[in-house]
C-alpha cells in the first residue's frame, strides 16, 4: 500500500512543478504540500529511507506553513498559538517522552559517573555558547537570535537516545544524561538564557523557571508516577493512589471554592496544582495502561504529533521571517548541529571517555529538545520568533543524526568483523 501512496507522491510533486511553470498557484501549492504528506507515508516502502519517515512529516509541516500560513494559524475559530493550547500540547509531547524513561534511568549515574558529569558539562557549555557566538556573527534580530540561544540552552531530547542505538553507542549513558539534563533544565536552561540571550533581549529568570517546571518537570513527573506504580510493590502503590486521591480532592476544591479562598493566585499556588495534576494523571494513565499495555508503546507518536505542530505552527506565525533569513537560519543550523557533534566527541575523548562512549556524549550534546524550545517560546507567546530556530533547527538534526547514526554503526560493524 505504501508503494501505492509513494508512486502517487511523486505525481503530485511534478504536477506541482508542472503548477509552478504554468503560473497555475493553486496546483503548485497543493500538489507540493499533498505530494509532501504522501511521501511522508510513501517512504516506509523504501527500507533505506523508512528511518527518515518523521524528518518527512517535519519537511511537510514547514512547507505547508509556508504555503497556507493564515490556514494554520486558525482553525474553526481557535487560534493554534493559543498560549493553553500551546502548554497542554507541549506537556503532552513531553509525557509522551516521559512513559519512554523509566527511574531506573536515573540509577545509570552509578555506573557511568564520569560519562554523565561530562556529557552534562558539554551539553549547557558548549551548545549555548556556540549558538551565542552564531547568533552574534550573523547579526539575526534580537527574539531570532534568542530562539538559537534556547534551543542550545535546552537539554537532549529522545531523539538523542534513538541515534545512540542505532549507532550500538551506550545506550545506558545516553538515556542517563538525557534524563539528568532534563531534570535539571528549569535551572540550567533559565540560567543560560539569561546569560547568553539576555543579551538579546529581556528575559526574566522566574517566569521561565516556572514556564519550563510546567512544561517539562510535571508531565515527566506524571510519567515517573506511572513508572512507579508499574515497578514498585502493593505498598508503594497504594501509597501514591492516596496521594493521588487527595490530589484529585484538593484539585476540585480549588475549581469550586479556589477563588474565594483566595483572593490573588501566585506562583506556588500555580505549581501545586500542576503537581497535583501530574499525581493524578500519572494514576489514571496507569489504569488506563493496565487496560491496554501496548498504550506506552504508541506515546512517542504522540510527542511526534506534538512537535509537528508547534513545527506547522511556527513557520506559519514566522513565515515573513523564514522567507526573509530562511536559508542562513539553515546554515546556521548546520553550524550548530555540527559543533555539537564535533566538540562532543573530541571534549569527551579529552575527558577520558572511551570513543563508543564519546560518540554517545557527541548525540547527546548534538540533538537538542527541539520540542522543548518550541513550546518554551509558545509559552512566552514568542512563538513566530523566538521559537523560529526550533522549527529549522529540528528537522536538520534529524537527518544527520541519522546519517551520523548509521555512518558510526556500520564502521562498528566492519570494525567487528576484521
Given at each position: 500500500m ?6 502517487f507522491?511523486?505525481l503530485l510533486?511534478?504536477?506541482?512543478g508542472?503548477?509552478?511553470l504554468?503560473?497555475i ?5 497543493l500538489?507540493?504540500v ?6 511522508s507515508v510513501?517512504v516506509?516502502?523504501?527500507k ?5 519517515q518523521?524528518t ?7 512547507a ?5 500560513p493564515?490556514?494554520?494559524l ?9 498560549k ?7 506537556q ?12 531506573k534511568?536515573?540509577?545509570g ?17 558548549i551548545?549555548?555558547i ?18 538559537i540561544v ?7 531530547g529522545l531523539?538523542s ?6 549507532a550500538?553507542g551506550?545506550l545506558?549513558?545516553?538515556v542517563?544524561?538525557t534524563?539528568?539534563?532534563?531534570l ?11 546569560m547568553?540571550a539576555g543579551?538579546?533581549?529581556e528575559i526574566e529568570?522566574?517566569?521561565?523557571m516556572?514556564?519550563?517546571?510546567k ?11 506511572h513508572?512507579a ?9 497504594n501509597t501514591?493512589?492516596t ?12 475549581a469550586?471554592f ?6 490573588e493566585?501566585?506562583a ?5 496544582n500542576f503537581?497535583?495534576?501530574?499525581f493524578?494523571?500519572?494514576v489514571?494513565y ?10 506506552d508503546?504508541?506515546?512517542?507518536l504522540?510527542?511526534?504529533f ?9 513557520t506559519?506565525?514566522g ?7 530562511g536559508?542562513?537560519l539553515?546554515f546556521a543550523?548546520?553550524l550548530h548541529?555540527?559543533a555539537g557533534?564535533?566538540?562532543g566527541?573530541w571534549l569527551s ?8 562512549q564519546s560518540q ?7 540533538l ?5 524550545a518550541?513550546?518554551?517560546a ?27 547514526a548509521?555512518?558510526w ?10
Amino acid at each position: 500500500m505504501r508503494k501505492y501512496v509513494l508512486y502517487f507522491a511523486i505525481l503530485l510533486i511534478i504536477s506541482s512543478g508542472i503548477g509552478w511553470l504554468l503560473d497555475i498557484i493553486w496546483l503548485s501549492k497543493l500538489g507540493l504540500v499533498l505530494g509532501l504528506a504522501c511521501l511522508s507515508v510513501g517512504v516506509g516502502a523504501l527500507k533505506s529511507l523508512s528511518g527518515y519517515q518523521y524528518t518527512f512529516w517535519i519537511v511537510t509541516a514547514v512547507a505547508a506553513g509556508l504555503v497556507y500560513p493564515n490556514t494554520f494559524l486558525n482553525i474553526g475559530g481557535v487560534d493554534l498559538r493559543n498560549k493553553w493550547l500551546i502548554l497542554i500540547i507541549i506537556q503532552l509531547v513531553m509525557f509522551g517522552m516521559g512513559t519512554q524513561m523509566s527511574i531506573k534511568d536515573f540509577v545509570g549515574i552509578k555506573k557511568s559517573g564520569r560519562g554523565v558529569l561530562v556529557g552534562l558539562l558539554c551539553q549547557f557549555t558548549i551548545m549555548p555558547i556556540v549558538g551565542f557566538l552564531i547568533a552574534k556573527t550573523f547579526a539575526f534580530e534580537p527574539e531570532i537570535a534568542a530562539g538559537i540561544v534556547l534551543i542550545g540552552s535546552c537539554s537532549s531530547g529522545l531523539a538523542s537516545n534513538v541515534m545512540t542505538y542505532i549507532a550500538k553507542g551506550d545506550l545506558v549513558l545516553s538515556v542517563t544524561v538525557t534524563a539528568i539534563s532534563t531534570l535539571t533544565a528549569p535551572l540550567m536552561t533559565t540560567f543560560l538564557m539569561k546569560m547568553f540571550a539576555g543579551t538579546f533581549i529581556e528575559i526574566e529568570f522566574f517566569s521561565m523557571m516556572m514556564n519550563i517546571i510546567k512544561i517539562v518537570l510535571v508531565p515527566l513527573t506524571a510519567a515517573m508516577i506511572h513508572d512507579a506504580l508499574k515497578i514498585y510493590g502493593p505498598k508503594v502503590r497504594n501509597t501514591i493512589k492516596t496521594i493521588a486521591f487527595c490530589c484529585g480532592l484538593l484539585l476540585l476544591a480549588m475549581a469550586f471554592f479556589g477563588r474565594g479562598i483566595i483572593s490573588e493566585p501566585n506562583a506556588g499556588i500555580e505549581i501545586l496544582n500542576f503537581v497535583c495534576a501530574a499525581f493524578v494523571v500519572g494514576v489514571l494513565y496507569y489504569y488506563l495502561y493496565r487496560v491496554q499495555p501496548k498504550v506506552d508503546d504508541f506515546m512517542p507518536l504522540f510527542s511526534m504529533f506534538g512537535i509537528v505542530y508547534f513545527t506547522l505552527v511556527t513557520t506559519a506565525a514566522g513565515r515573513d521571517n523564514l522567507i526573509e533569513i530562511g536559508v542562513l537560519l539553515f546554515f546556521a543550523a548546520i553550524l550548530h548541529n555540527s559543533a555539537g557533534y564535533v566538540f562532543g566527541y573530541w571534549l569527551s575523548r579529552a575527558g577520558g571517555l572511551n570513543k563508543k562512549q564519546s560518540q554517545t556524549i557527541a548525540f547527546e550534546v548534538g540533538l537538542q529538545n527541539g520540542g522543548m524550545a518550541s513550546g518554551l517560546a509558545g509559552a512566552m507567546g514568542k512563538l513566530a520568533t523566538l521559537g523560529l530556530a526550533a522549527a529549522v533547527f529540528s528537522p536538520w538534526m534529524n537527518i544527520s543524526g541519522s546519517v551520523l547514526a548509521n555512518y558510526w554503526r556500520k564502521q562498528r560493524e566492519k570494525s567487528t568483523s576484521e
